[in-house]
């Protein structure tokens, strides 16, 4: 932690749905907050470093408590800059103290007590999302191989609902698919912001796979 124990976060496509809702959510806690960003910044945070999550160095990361990289891809030319900017961040921060979190895909979460099948793996799972799901996947995987990285790979839920409302409650979980009392595996951008900006302030999983889903 900064000296002054303020957490000195930055977030990584930060003007993205996500992104965004994390700035917002530290900033809202007293966070020392930069926003990184390929465009202006538009969101809350008190500093700005304008670049592209593939060029960033060492030099520019190293003075924070932690990164969270909230790089996102939707189609087929974009999808690859998921794992693409994990693995830069990754071997950017090995060896440090700065801490990467990841916003993580549902798809790699496991259904089944003995984690040989994932939610991306079952007969139900969209075709529309395997293309998303694969890539977060690799990410992950990669995430595995590093140990001199302080990593942690935040899962949501499977219906990960941008316009859902924020609660201000969630249910940590870990590897498997879980769902809530409802039985609904379901967390809105905004709620998944909160568990991100709680797993950056309290620092319980490095090196872990956690999932969030809603109350």
């Given at each position: 932690?900064?000296?002054?124990?303020?957490?000195?976060?930055?977030?990584?496509?930060?003007?993205?749905?996500?992104?965004?809702?994390?700035?917002?959510?530290?900033?809202?806690?007293?966070?020392?907050?930069?926003?990184?960003?390929?465009?202006?910044?538009?969101?809350?945070?008190?500093?700005?470093?304008q670049g592209?999550?593939?060029?960033?160095?060492?030099?520019?990361?190293?003075?924070?408590?932690?990164?969270?990289?909230?790089?996102?891809?939707?189609?087929?030319?974009?999808?690859?800059?998921?794992?693409?900017?994990?693995?830069?961040?990754?071997?950017?921060?090995?060896?440090?103290?700065?801490?990467?979190?990841?916003?993580?895909?549902?798809?790699?979460?496991?259904?089944?007590?003995?984690?040989?099948?994932?939610?991306?793996?079952?007969?139900?799972?969209?075709?529309?999302?395997?293309?998303?799901?694969?890539?977060?996947?690799?990410?992950?995987?990669?995430?595995?191989?590093?140990?001199?990285?302080?990593?942690?790979?935040?899962?949501?839920?499977?219906?990960?609902?941008?316009?859902?409302?924020?609660?201000?409650?969630?249910?940590?979980?870990?590897?498997?698919l879980t769902?809530?009392?409802?039985?609904?595996?379901?967390?809105?951008?905004?709620?998944?912001?909160?568990?991100?900006?709680?797993?950056?302030?309290?620092?319980?999983?490095?090196?872990e796979r956690?999932?969030?889903?809603?109350?």
């Amino acid at each position: 932690m900064s000296q002054n124990n303020t957490k000195k976060i930055a977030v990584v496509a930060a003007n993205g749905r996500v992104g965004s809702l994390v700035v917002a959510e530290a900033v809202r806690r007293g966070f020392d907050v930069t926003a990184i960003a390929r465009s202006d910044n538009r969101t809350q945070a008190q500093h700005f470093l304008q670049g592209d999550a593939l060029a960033l160095t060492r030099e520019q990361l190293e003075g924070f408590d932690a990164v969270v990289d909230a790089v996102g891809g939707w189609t087929e030319e974009t999808l690859h800059l998921v794992p693409d900017a994990v693995e830069h961040l990754a071997k950017v921060l090995a060896g440090t103290n700065v801490r990467l979190l990841v916003v993580g895909g549902a798809g790699s979460l496991f259904v089944n007590p003995e984690h040989t099948m994932t939610l991306a793996q079952t007969p139900d799972f969209p075709d529309a999302f395997k293309g998303v799901a694969s890539e977060a996947q690799r990410s992950l995987d990669f995430l595995r191989t590093c140990d001199d990285v302080r990593w942690t790979y935040v899962s949501p839920a499977a219906d990960f609902q941008a316009e859902g409302e924020r609660t201000g409650e969630y249910t940590l979980a870990g590897e498997e698919l879980t769902p809530n009392e409802k039985g609904e595996s379901v967390i809105s951008y905004a709620d998944y912001a909160i568990a991100m900006v709680d797993e950056v302030e309290s620092g319980n999983h490095i090196r872990e796979r956690i999932s969030v889903v809603s109350k």
